[in-house]
């Protein structure tokens, strides 16, 4: 058994172990176990694999020219149907954590399938397409960085994936090759720079912010302003209530206004002359954040920074 702990699988507890595999044996399973669990990551790792025969089967690698790959794979060996290719790719790659050698090789040829699927085949279904994009983005957030560079299966031609996906001139698929690229110029090594994507591509735009936490963010929002006029712009008081700012607003799926609110605990930290490791683990949040708006070698440079508060 494992289970997920931020975006790491481990291997379960001994006593989860005691209490759960006698009802795994029994097929007792009790609704903590039937349910997937709710955190966010696992159910985009799962999500594919609802609703499909289980286990889907993970077929054997293709010898194919890597430009037909997909084609093959999603209109001859899964007869078109798109559900059936992620929910393969979805199984494939869980079952490839797991030390599946065939499996993780069958994951990686579908997926350099993908980064070459040409712009015809998004178009023939675009929701499919979508899908994939965050499925791919879902799983390489697993994988260590040194399995995302250039001269690896997750690495090598991603860049390929956005520009088809802006050649079908889809609105729905431009936006998800400027999410894909976004992504890769986060968490790839090797992607390649601003000045050389096309130019629809080289800034991410803002997605909608979550209304989920709106209250509690305003109602923080309003505490932090209070406090400041109170106390001035620079008093170490500020650094918990612009701390839950933060985590309020990255909640709301809001990380530009997380990343400026980093930006401005950071300068408060230092102005405060708070503990090394604590600017180190504000270094670090800061640096994850720029990830995700695919500032992958400003990221590089702020963990680095890190790094020196430590030592």
Not at 165 to 182: F, K, M, S, V
Not at 233 to 250: D, N
Request: hydrophobic share 40%; net charge negative; proline share 6%.
């Amino acid at each position: 058994m494992l289970c997920l702990e931020g975006l790491t699988l481990a291997a379960a507890a001994p006593s989860e172990l005691t209490h759960y595999l006698p009802l795994v044996a029994s097929g007792q399973l009790d609704a903590r176990l039937a349910v997937p669990h709710p955190h966010r990551p696992w159910r985009q790792l799962t999500a594919p694999l609802q609703g499909v025969a289980f286990p889907p089967r993970v077929h054997s690698p293709q010898a194919s020219h890597r430009n037909r790959r997909l084609e093959e794979i999603w209109v001859e060996t899964h007869r078109g149907q798109g559900d059936a290719l992620l929910a393969e790719l979805a199984y494939a790659f869980l079952l490839g954590l797991f030390g599946d050698s065939s499996a993780l090789e069958r994951w990686s040829s579908i997926v350099q399938g993908i980064y070459h699927c040409g712009d015809e085949l998004p178009r023939r279904d675009a929701a499919l397409f979508i899908d994939l994009i965050e499925l791919l983005i879902a799983q390489q957030r697993l994988l260590p960085r040194e399995q995302l560079e250039a001269n690896t299966p997750a690495g090598r031609g991603a860049h390929y994936l956005s520009e088809d996906l802006e050649d079908t001139g889809n609105p729905l698929l431009i936006d998800a090759a400027r999410r894909w690229a976004t992504f890769c110029g986060g968490y790839h090594p090797s992607a390649s720079a601003p000045d050389q994507l096309p130019s629809s591509l080289v800034e991410p735009t803002r997605t909608a912010a979550s209304k989920l936490h709106e209250g509690a963010l305003q109602k923080a929002e309003a505490t932090l302003a209070e406090e400041a006029e109170r106390s001035g712009q620079r008093a170490a008081c500020l650094i918990p209530l612009l701390s839950h700012v933060g985590q309020l607003q990255e909640l709301s799926l809001d990380v530009f206004a997380a990343i400026a609110s980093q930006q401005r605990l950071l300068e408060l930290g230092n102005a405060n002359k708070v503990p090394a490791d604590l600017l180190a683990r504000g270094l670090q949040r800061l640096a994850r954040l720029k990830r995700e708006v695919g500032q992958g070698r400003e990221a590089d440079r702020l963990e680095q920074e890190a790094l020196s508060h430590k030592l």
